[in-house]
Structures are given as structure tokens and as C-alpha cells.
């Protein structure tokens, strides 16, 4: 059937309002129905109050996508299958669905999931994504680290690799961001001690957020509760 709605993916930033692109301000104004990803424990939405700061939001709809934080692949796919047929509905009424995400839409983001569902459903819709500026070059920017240079290597990858793993990655790359380092700090510190990297690594929490924190003595992070968002750049 044909579709005249557009589903629109748009990259946000990483959490300072100012870093919303002029392209992703302009879809959004336009947009009829804003739909906001969120875990049930959140009561708001960290993403929405940044677009909120940006744009005015009144008069557009605000449709809430559920998506629990669980690594059960079952119910990650009952969720996503609910979310996108949400979003499939407002696209058949013909409506611009704006869906925002913290950072860039395709950079480990649940929209890439919702993409083919939403296109196996209507197989004519237009689908469009907005790039925003990624939690990593936010990270870099207050490190004040370059992550490559000249012909450098680079390598982004979830720190919930096993330690050898991660120590064959960290060997064989000049820069490596550590991502999702809250919940196993102390193996990747463990790691970074093994390989001599500990005073080349900077960790980062909540960059380009009021609340943004750049620490270089990791071993001060030893057996702390630390922020989701959080990674550690190793530069050698």
C-alpha cells in the first residue's frame, strides 16, 4: 500500500541542546508526531527535554515507545515489534513521525533496530535519517583527545568483551573507546594494568551534559557506581 507519512530518524546529539543540528531542528518543527524511546523506569525523557529546550513542542503528539533495559533477546523483540507497529500506524495516517535518539540514529542506537520492522510492515515508506553529533565526539571534544591522526587506527567496541578479548583489540588498534564501561570498570582497569595502557586511558561520563565529568586517574574509579553514560578513550 502506499504511504504518504515519512518516518524520520533524528540523531539528537549527545545532550547539550546547542548540538542539535539546524537540519534536525527543521524536521522536528515540522514534524506531526514525536516519538520518544524510553525504558519503563524512566518517568521522563532525557532525549524529549533536550528537543524541548530546541523546539516548541506543543500541538505535536508525543507518542512513547517502550523499550525495557534487558538483554532478553524475547522480549527485546516483543517490545520492538509493539513500538513498531506504534510507529507504522501514525505513518498510515500520513503523518511525519519524527523518532529522536540520543546521538546519531545508526551509532548503537534502538532506532536501527526499528528501521526493517517499520519497512517490512509498509514496504513504501520513506524512511529518512537525520545525523547528530555521537556521544564519542563529545567524549574526544571535552579529553580534548583527537581520536585519529595521520593513518591511525581506530576501534569502537562495548567493553563487555572478556578481557582477552579486549586486550587483543586494544593491542592491535592506536586508539580504542571503550564504551559501556559503567557496569565493568574494574575489569577493563584490570586490563589496562596488564597492558601498561592505564595512563594513555580517559575515562568520560555524560559528555556535553551540565553534569560531564573527564577523569585521567582511573584508579580512582576503583568499585564506583558509575553513570551509563560513560566510556574510556585509550589514546597511545
Request: charged share 30%; proline share 5%; net charge neutral.
Amino acid at each position: 500500500m502506499k504511504v504518504s507519512g515519512i518516518l524520520y530518524g533524528v540523531g539528537i546529539g549527545p545532550g547539550d541542546p546547542e548540538l542539535l543540528t539546524l537540519k534536525a531542528v527543521a524536521i522536528l518543527k515540522k514534524a506531526d508526531v514525536i516519538a520518544v524511546p524510553k525504558s519503563k523506569e524512566e518517568a521522563d525523557s532525557r532525549a524529549l527535554s533536550i528537543v524541548e529546550k530546541m523546539v516548541d513542542c506543543k500541538g505535536k503528539e508525543i507518542l512513547e515507545l517502550i523499550l525495557p533495559m534487558t538483554k532478553e533477546k524475547e522480549i527485546l523483540a516483543k517490545a520492538r515489534k509493539e513500538v513498531a507497529a506504534l510507529i507504522s500506524e501514525k505513518l498510515k495516517q500520513g503523518k511525519v513521525v519524527a523518532c529522536i535518539t540520543l546521538g546519531d540514529p545508526l551509532f548503537y542506537s534502538t532506532f536501527s533496530y526499528l528501521i526493517p520492522l517499520v519497512m517490512n510492515a509498509l514496504p513504501e515508506v520513506t524512511v529518512k535519517i537525520i545525523p547528530g553529533v555521537s556521544s564519542i565526539n563529545a567524549a574526544s571534544s571535552a579529553a580534548l583527545l583527537p581520536l585519529a591522526e595521520a593513518d591511525e587506527k581506530i576501534a569502537v567496541i562495548p567493553s563487555t568483551y572478556e578481557q582477552e578479548g579486549l586486550k587483543e583489540i586494544i593491542r592491535g588498534f592506536d586508539t580504542v573507546v571503550l564504551m559501556k564501561v559503567n557496569r565493568v570498570m574494574d575489569k577493563v582497569l584490570t586490563v589496562l594494568e596488564e597492558l601498561a595502557l592505564k595512563g594513555k586511558a580517559t575515562f568520560v561520563s555524560r559528555a556535553g551534559w551540565p553534569e560531564e565529568m573527564v577523569i585521567r586517574d582511573l584508579d580512582s574509579l576503583k568499585g564506583k557506581e558509575l553513570d551509563y553514560f560513560s566510556m574510556v578513550i585509550v589514546k597511545k
